[in-house]
């Protein structure tokens, strides 16, 4: 198997390689980070609807479309990402999803092992240290290989990440800010400021390199050939366009963004008959968190929502229908023009 | 048909990498069998290409995410993609509700219907590849 140890490259380049090498099925393992930073939704996404464009645009912050699962994301130099190619048909490839990411994931555990961070899988592909990720995956099938991505990060830039995101006000901004925040953690912060500068790109991607040839088998370091260099200028003609950008992706109702496996933060906007309803609210592993809930409609008693709130508030998703139906009879309550229905259309997940 | 905790209906047409077919008058339509949506878990994302896209059985034509993993949609037989269940555009987990019914993918009008012999229809076929594909993903 080949590696290529790139260290630096120019932003494209970061994305065409995997790519390029995936369609021309050479197995391989790609080591870099881009040398500016970007933003990176996935292949299913709507880029008008997730990213604010006009902010990047006027930041020179690029935007890319992958071919590769996951959401967006805010991608620079303090994150050193790697790029697995493998066949689909090698045999070292797991068949079943979970049991391929739990074992490639492995080598990315060893090497945050040896730098002395407690990192621990997470099904289905999250790596964390405690309730905190640490690095993010995903995979894709791409030409005839599999292709496995992900990212050691050194550091993270949360105001960033938070103001490409296209989120409808600042208040919700500032709470997927604090989400992320509390839930994604860093080389950085886990070894403290002296121990993290230690550790730089090429010493951690040789450790990486010597983790994953363990599971590979060896790694012969090659270099950019011209059928790569040819190939990723080809898909530069098709990925670096307004066509494949702002090809029609996944229409989703509200605001929704996915913090890390297991925690989304939502805000929902539903114009009822009896008025506007809005709310924010967090689902983790299942449950409504964190449930904030306004608009512009009458409600008798007035304290009826901040009850209806507090009974959707860490209600599992699979049974708010009910709770909300049962809220309903069991309470005196009398909000004219706004149903359980209504609820619904705000709450489903 | 059901093979260790797997439904795969004995009248409907099998492609091997685990999508259904299942004749109506002129057309077929097609969807994820159970074993793949199980092996899948939530389905985040289908892609609907556009009508009238040309099929060529055995290749790709379409995308399917689930768990941040993007999947390949294989083309069961040639012809051309008529419809897709744009229900799925904004509600995808209805193929792990109802992989057979509700959760129908694609209708296909084909170019030769003869090439559904090509699929897996036989009971005893069905039975065998299922048992082998259950053997293969154990093995991980």
């Not at chain 1, 050479?26 to 881009?34: A, N, V």
């Not at chain 1, 989304?264 to 809005?278: C, D, M, N, S, T």
Request: with cysteine; glycine share 8%; charged share 30%.
């Amino acid at each position: 198997m080949e590696l290529y140890n790139l260290g630096k490259v120019p932003w494209e380049d970061s994305q065409l390689m995997y790519h390029a090498l995936a369609q021309l099925g050479r197995e391989s393992l790609c080591l870099l980070s881009p040398s500016t930073p970007y933003v990176c939704i996935g292949f299913h996404q709507d880029v008008d609807q997730e990213v604010d464009l006009n902010f990047c645009r006027a930041n020179d912050i690029p935007v890319f479309r992958r071919e590769v699962g996951g959401g967006a994301v805010f991608l620079d130099g303090n994150q050193l990402f790697f790029q697995l190619i493998l066949k689909e048909n090698n045999p070292i490839a797991p068949k079943r999803i979970d049991a391929f990411y739990k074992k490639f994931l492995q080598p990315v555990i060893n090497v945050h092992h040896r730098i002395g961070i407690p990192a621990k899988y997470k099904p289905v592909n999250d790596l964390v240290v405690k309730h905190r990720k640490i690095s993010g995956t995903g995979a894709g099938e791409i030409g005839d290989c599999i292709v496995f991505v992900g990212n050691l990060i050194i550091d993270f830039d949360y105001d960033t990440m938070s103001r490409v995101l296209k989120i409808p006000d600042e208040k919700f901004r500032d709470k997927v800010r604090k989400t992320i925040k509390e839930n994604l953690t860093t080389i950085r912060q886990e070894l403290g400021e002296e121990k993290y500068r230690q550790w730089d790109e090429p010493t951690l991607n040789q450790m990486i390199a010597e983790a994953f040839d363990k599971l590979s088998g060896p790694l012969k370091p090659s270099y950019k050939d011209q059928e790569i260099v040819t190939k990723m200028k080809e898909l530069e003609a098709s990925m670096l366009n307004d066509a494949w950008l702002f090809q029609k992706g996944k229409r989703v109702a509200g605001r929704v963004v996915k913090v890390r496996s297991g925690l989304e933060v939502v805000q929902r906007i539903h114009k009822a008959p009896g008025g506007l309803i809005r709310a924010e609210f967090a689902v983790e592993n299942g449950k409504y968190k964190d449930v904030n809930i306004s608009g512009d409609f009458f409600c008798f008693p007035k304290d009826s929502v901040d009850r209806l709130a507090t009974v959707i508030e860490d209600c599992p998703a699979d049974n708010v229908s009910s709770a909300i139906k049962d809220f309903y009879q069991t309470n005196k309550i009398d909000i004219p023009g706004i149903t359980p229905g209504d609820w619904m259309q705000v709450f489903k997940i | 048909m059901k093979i260790k905790g797997y439904n795969l209906p004995e009248d409907l047409y099998y492609e091997k990498n685990h999508y259904w077919v299942r004749k109506e008058g002129d057309i077929l339509v097609m969807g994820m069998d159970d074993f793949a949506q199980q092996m899948a878990g939530d389905i985040v994302f289908v892609q609907i290409p556009f009508s009238g896209k040309k099929m060529k059985a055995g290749k790709k034509f379409a995308q399917v995410e689930s768990g941040k993993w993007l999947g390949k949609v294989y083309a069961p037989v040639n012809g051309k993609l008529i419809e897709g269940n744009e229900e799925l555009e904004t509600d995808p987990a209805i193929i792990n509700q109802d992989c057979y019914e509700k959760g129908w993918m694609y209708k296909i009008e084909p170019s030769d219907l003869n090439e559904l012999n090509n699929l897996i229809h036989d009971p005893a076929d069905i039975e065998k590849w299922l048992l082998e594909d259950i053997e293969k993903y154990k093995q991980d």
